[in-house]
């Protein structure tokens, strides 16, 4: 289940940013037994270069990571780690 949900979350992100850079890391083996990993929705991290955050303040770079991923916020991803940058 999370090689499919880190696949998604690339395919969402490629199809938003177009990045020139774009890796998805599953984290959630480390948060195992951690109390908001228990309904099993997973842990993420998430590196990003694309034009799109070009002059925005990280949060508004993270804000649009979290808009691209819309329904998996709620479903399928519990923390998401965001690092974001300009080409």
């Known amino acids: 289940m999370s ?8 395919r969402l992100l490629d ?4 990045p020139s850079v774009l890796e998805v890391r599953d984290q959630s083996h480390l948060h195992a037994g951690h109390e ?4 099993g929705r997973g842990h ?7 034009d799109d955050f070009r002059d925005l303040s990280r949060i508004e770079c ?3 990571v979290y808009d ?3 329904d ?5 991803i ?3 780690r965001i690092t974001a940058a300009a080409d």
């Open 15 to 18: 199809a938003r940013f177009r």
């Open 3 to 10: 090689v499919e949900r880190s696949e998604r979350i690339k």
């Open 68 to 70: 691209a991923l819309d």
């Open 44 to 50: 993420f991290d998430v590196r990003i270069v694309a």
């Open 72 to 76: 998996m916020m709620k479903t399928d």
């Open 78 to 80: 519990h923390a998401l």
């Open 36 to 39: 908001g990993a228990k309904d």
């Open 62 to 64: 993270h804000r649009l």
